[in-house]
């Protein structure tokens, strides 16, 4: 299984930005898929995560402004991000756990500042 996040970038305070990870190999129906992040000499923590079945799950801090999908078929999961702050800045990483295994993504930097 590999994963492949994609989309991040630059944006100002209150701006928005999508990420994308691709997953391929060989994908279980059953799954829970996620997104987490690391900001500059903080520890990894959770932003989001979605099972197969489509039940979310949000950090308090993104409650009302990221927005975390799946399209199955295309074996993608995004993140919406909305209204973004100064402290979302983070390196996201998608995350994805099936038959008891888990697997990361490299990570795409996401920095918001004016």
């Known amino acids: 299984v590999q994963l492949q996040a994609s989309g991040g970038g630059l944006v100002q305070p209150g701006g928005s930005l999508r990420l994308s990870c691709l997953a391929s190999?060989?994908?279980?129906?059953?799954?829970?898929m996620g997104w987490y992040r690391q900001a500059p000499g903080k520890q990894r923590e959770l932003v989001a995560t979605i099972f197969s079945g489509g039940t979310t799950n949000y950090a308090d801090s993104v409650k009302g402004r990221f927005t975390i999908s799946r399209d199955a078929a295309k074996n993608t999961l995004y993140l919406q991000m909305n209204r973004l702050k100064p402290e979302d800045t983070a390196v996201y990483y998608c995350?994805?756990?099936?038959?008891?295994?888990?697997?990361w993504g490299q990570g795409t930097l996401v920095t918001v500042s004016s």
């Open positions: 995350n994805l756990r099936q038959y008891g295994r888990e697997y």
């Open positions: 190999g060989s994908i279980s129906s059953i799954n829970v």
